[in-house]
Every structure is written in C-alpha cells, then in structure tokens.
C-alpha cells in the first residue's frame, strides 16, 4: 500500500484494496441482514451507532441524494475477531463470522465516518488481529482511583482501539472488602455493585474485565495495618545492608503461615463473584525479602523457587474453586527456571519488562520452550515521569509485540503504574494505549507509524482542531532525553518533586542508594547514578511545550480539564527544573539570588498544588489523593522553612 493511499485509520487494517472510483454517504440507508446475523446486529448496536456516526459527520458535510444499500452477512472461515468491508457502487458489504468480528468492522466505520467524512474512494478491507488478547492494565492500586464515570470513558476509548482485555491493577485497599473495612477508614474503593456494572459495559463492548489482585508481594498497605502485620515476612522490616544498614518496610506476606492464604480466600470470595470473567490476575510479583524472614527455615530446606511456588499453588487452587484460571508475574519464575516448570497448564505467565535497553527476547524463548502459555506486558513509560518516556515507550511496546509475535505470546498487554503518586494525567498514557493497541492488532503494519499515532491522537481521540496534540503528546515524553540521567524506570525531574530539596551531594548519595538498594531487593547488580543534565536545553524545550499548548483547540467533552491538566503538567517540570538551578545555583551570584528564586518557586509550587487537588476531584476519588501530594506538600513546607529562616 503506497503512502499516499494510507486510510485515516489506527489502528492500520491488515489489507486495503482500492478498487477505485468513489462514493458518498447518504441519509437514506437501506439493510439487507442476513436472517442469522439479525441478533448480533442488535448486539453490536449496528443501526444506532451507525445513524450517530452519519449525524456526526454530516454536520462537516452534505449528504448525496443516492441512498447507500448495507449487506451483513455471516462468512465461514473469517477469524473470530476478524471482518471484511467493502464500499463500492453497490453499497456496503459488511462479512464477519463472530459477534466481535462485526463489532470491530463497526468501530472501523465509526472512526471513517469521524475523520473521512461522507464521501469515500472504492475499496476493500480484510482485517484480523494477530493478538487473541489485546489488553490494558490501568493501577488503581497506588492513590489514583478514578471515578466510575471516567472507567466508562476508558472503555470506550478501548472498543475504538480494537482492544479486548482490561485489568485494574489492586494492592491497597482498592475494592470494599467487608470484613476489611474497618481498617481502612481513609479509603473510598470500589463497590462489588460498581464493578459489575463495570463488567457488564465491558462485556457489552467485547472487552473482559479481569479481577486483579495481589496476593503476595506489593501488600505494604495492609501489612501496615496493625490487624495484618504479623502475617508479613518481615513484621518489623527487611534489614538491608547498602552500603550501611537500614529497614525496608514490610511488603510481602509470609508463604507459609496458613493466615496468608486465609486472607486471600476471604478477599476471593468477596472479589470474584463481581466478575464474570475465567481469569484472576493474582500477580504474586516481587515478593522482596522472600525466604529470608518467617520462611527462611523452609526456603533452606527446599529453595526459594519451591517456596514460591508451594504459596503460588494455594492462591491457583483458590482461584480454581470459583471456577476460574490464574494469571500470574514472571519474574521470579524466570530467574528460577526450577519453578517455572511447576506452572500448570491452566495458568497463564505475564512477562514485564519496561525498559527498552532490554528485550522481551530471552524470556520469550525460555517461556515458549517451557510450553507455557503467556502474554508480554511492555510499558507506558508514564510512571514516575510527569509527561511520559516517548521513545522507551515506542520502542518497549514495539519488542514486546515483534518478539511475542516470533516466540508465540497468546496476549500483549500495556500496563500503566501509579508509582510515586501516580501523578501522570490519563492524557499522558494515551500515547502507549493507542501504540500498544496498533502493534497487538496487527504488529508489522503498525509498526513505526509515529505520525499515524499522533493524526488518530489528533483527530479522534482528543479533536484538536489545530491538529497538534497528538505530536504534543509524544514531545512532551521526551525531556529526559535532555536529563541523561541513569535513574530507571522514571526521570530525574520526577524524582526531585518526590525528594523535595536537599543539596547536590545529598540527592547524588540518594539516589545511589535508592539504585542500590532495588538493585539488591532484585537480585541485581547496581549502576551508579550518573547525570547529565542540559539546563538551557530544558528552559528552551519548555518554551516550545508552553507556546504549542496554547494552539490546541481541543474539542472534546473534557477539553478545558486536559488542557488544564497539561498545563499543569508543564507547571511541575518547570518546578523540578526550578529545584534543579536552586540545587545547584545555576545563575546566582549571592543570597539575594537565592531567596527570590526561592519566593518564585513557592508561589508556583502553591499554584500547582490547587490545581493539582482540583483536577484530581474532577476525574478521582477523594481517597488518595493526600498520599499522592504528600511529596509536594512537604516541598512547599521546606520553602516555608527556609524562607522564614532567611
């Protein structure tokens, strides 16, 4: 297909044929259903969301007065998720053989009819996807929950990416467990009620909500609680040695005390009868510590990939008692192969990686050898960032999909953490939702269509009439570019508004610890932090940011809250990069310097923090949101501190 014949289409269909000449919609539309496709029409909304498609579009352009005749028909063979489409002078001829193959040649039309028009050149599209399991896996676990209202929007935006498989990711106190409640009297979780709605909108739009929760390691919200504490591993904490000693707090469960499996049967039995997905995403991923506290006797005894896999096998048989299938984490299991031939068959591994340096590759072959089914999980990269990591995400998102591609993955799912506050604003993720829908719909036309990405952006997730965001959206994930930093998983920006401010020396030992002692929790041999940090490249890529925001002319529903979020986006980088000159008095000569640069922080950092809370409450609930802003806080209160001693 030549460049110039590309469609206004994201994700890209598998096969376009032109079979030239051309025709318009009109406003009188004729159907001929075939008798066995009627009910599935009706499921898939067909007459409705086709006659909102055509209003929406007619309101660009006029309609012709030749009325378009619509053939639906089954076909035999065609892939479950599959369609044909073909407009030409007879009308439209749509083919499917599933209810979901005729979903997805509707949500094709939709986004044609939206950024096409009415009047389309003659062709024929034959579409499948090359994923069974295409999917987005959002943390609601770490502060941010968003209100249900914003959980329908997200699914939508899933139906018109040809996504299937949507998880929200639970490590605190996220859903309402009953016989829990009591300890968590700060929280605002979802309701059993809640997310069965949920499930069935979901269901509604071909999309399988799958229960998440965890189960061993990642459990510091409970384990803090004074009822839970003596089912962790470490009740007073894991001592670490790097370089001096010093606690990490508990996180993970203790595997053989039968009180931690009791916990999760009773949280099971309240969570799962709300879904009515096969799967359990029970995770069990980086239980820190591990073997070397209340299991260290029976981790001596048998090793630390048995021990795991004694306490993986009580939570699969839990699962299996509500009828349904385990999905777990891969990373213990692929640093001990011993353990990954004691996965059954009836599980399925998610493998995640999301740094780009390293590919999928190695745990892809090992896992495929292994007969075990899995899914590649790659990254938004949006965590811990403010605006996104561009070009990890690209290229993470990309190796995930070719190498689960060539290694025979059953599923690419993208994931989106809420590290440190989740403070990425869902605009800033919608770059790797929409690549990683792209790539598991059909990876190798996908691939590398950075400016197809930013049109779809552009013109049918966000309507800018300007036509920029989506080109905003991607550059503005690429700052840390000009940081060089050797911070993983996040930038150095980021990591100043959470440590709030200190001098050079101290945040450099910081940070080298911080390196340090994840690379020890990991098994793995630490880089020393290193920086680079190009100061006037940075106030000049702000600049560009600050006058490319101000062209956007969004006209979606929430378009003044996405500008506002961006904007505020923008504010916090120019705060960290504030706290960076202060830090290393960059274009001071004395005091005076020094307390104004101060002063100007405070009244910005002041700003930033109301509309931070602001914009919150518009799409989340309130619970959480005082750990997400506890960092910033304490930054204002350090101005304060200072200012007041000067």
């Excluded at 979780?189 to 809640?194: G, Y």
């Excluded at 409970?222 to 010093?246: C, N, Q, T, V």
């Amino acid at each position: 297909m030549k460049q110039e014949q590309l469609m206004p289409l994201y994700p890209m269909p598998r096969l376009v044929k032109w079979l030239g000449g051309q025709r318009s919609w009109s406003a009188s539309v004729t159907y001929d259903i075939q008798e066995r496709a009627v009910a599935d029409m009706e499921r898939v909304r067909l007459n409705g969301r086709l006659e909102q498609a055509l209003a929406d579009s007619s309101r660009q352009a006029a309609y012709t007065d030749t009325p378009v005749h619509i053939r639906v028909s089954l076909k035999e063979g065609l892939h479950q998720e599959g369609y044909v489409l073909q407009w030409d002078e007879t009308g439209l001829h749509i083919e499917y053989s599933q209810p979901a193959g005729l979903n997805y040649a509707v949500v094709t039309l939709e986004q044609l009819l939206s950024r096409q028009g009415l009047t389309w050149s003659c062709f024929r599209i034959e579409d499948e996807p090359d994923y069974p399991v295409r999917g987005l896996m959002l943390d609601i676990g770490r502060s941010k929950i968003p209100k249900l209202t914003e959980l329908f929007q997200l699914i939508d935006q899933m139906e018109r990416l040809k996504l299937n498989h949507l998880q929200l990711y639970m490590e605190g106190y996220c859903f309402e467990y009953e016989q829990h409640k009591t300890a968590f009297p700060e929280s605002t979780p979802m309701t059993a009620e809640e997310f069965r709605r949920l499930d069935a909108y979901a269901a509604s739009r071909f999309i399988d909500l799958v229960p998440n929760q965890n189960c061993l390691g990642h459990m510091g919200d409970w384990l803090s609680k004074p009822a839970y504490r003596e089912l962790a591993e470490h009740p007073d904490g894991m001592p670490i040695e790097a370089p001096f000693r010093l606690t990490f707090p508990p996180t993970t469960l203790n595997p053989v005390d039968p009180r931690s499996l009791d916990l999760i049967r009773g949280m099971f039995d309240e969570l799962l009868p709300a879904f009515t997905s096969d799967w359990v995403n029970i995770n069990l991923d980086e239980p820190f510590g591990l073997g070397s506290g209340k299991s260290k006797e029976r981790c001596a005894a048998i090793g630390l990939g048995p021990l795991y896999m004694e306490y993986a096998e009580g939570v699969i048989e839990i699962v299996r008692s509500h009828g349904k299938r385990a999905m777990m984490w891969g990373d213990v299991l692929t640093r001990h192969p011993e353990a990954a031939r004691r996965i059954p068959d009836d599980v399925t591994i998610l493998d995640w990686n999301y740094d780009s340096s390293i590919s999928f590759a190695e745990h892809c072959s090992m896992l495929q050898k292994n007969g075990i089914s899995y899914y590649v999980c790659p990254g938004t990269s949006s965590w811990s960032s403010l605006s996104g990591r561009t070009d990890n995400m690209l290229n993470n998102i990309a190796d995930a999909a070719i190498q689960g591609r060539k290694h025979g993955a059953g599923g690419l799912i993208v994931t989106d953490w809420g590290d440190n506050g989740h403070w990425q604003v869902p605009a800033i993720s919608y770059p790797g939702y929409a690549y990683a829908a792209g790539l598991s719909w059909y990876t190798e036309g996908n691939l590398q269509r950075e400016n197809e990405l930013e049109s779809y952006l552009s013109e049918y997730v966000f309507k800018d009439a300007s036509g920029e965001i989506g080109h905003f959206l991607m550059e503005l994930g690429r700052y840390y570019h000009l940081e060089n930093s050797s911070l993983d998983n996040g930038t150095y920006l980021s990591a100043l508004l959470t440590r709030g401010l200190k001098s050079r020396e101290q945040l450099v030992k910081e940070l080298s610890l911080f390196l340090r002692i994840f690379a020890e929790l990991n098994g793995e041999t630490a880089n020393p932090f290193q920086l680079d940090f190009q100061y006037r490249d940075i106030l000049d890529w702000l600049e560009k940011r600050k006058e490319q925001l101000e062209r956007l002319d969004l006209q979606a529903p929430d378009a003044n809250v996405i500008t506002d979020e961006l904007r505020n986006t923008l504010r916090l980088i120019e705060q960290a990069v504030g706290i960076h000159r202060y830090m290393c008095r960059i274009d001071m000569t004395g005091a005076e310097d020094e307390r104004r640069c101060l002063i100007g922080l405070k009244a910005d950092l002041e700003t930033a923090l109301d509309e931070f809370n602001r914009l919150w409450r518009i799409r989340n609930r309130e619970g959480g949101l005082a750990a997400s802003n506890t960092a910033l806080y304490r930054l204002l209160a350090q101005y304060e501190e200072i200012l007041t001693a000067q």
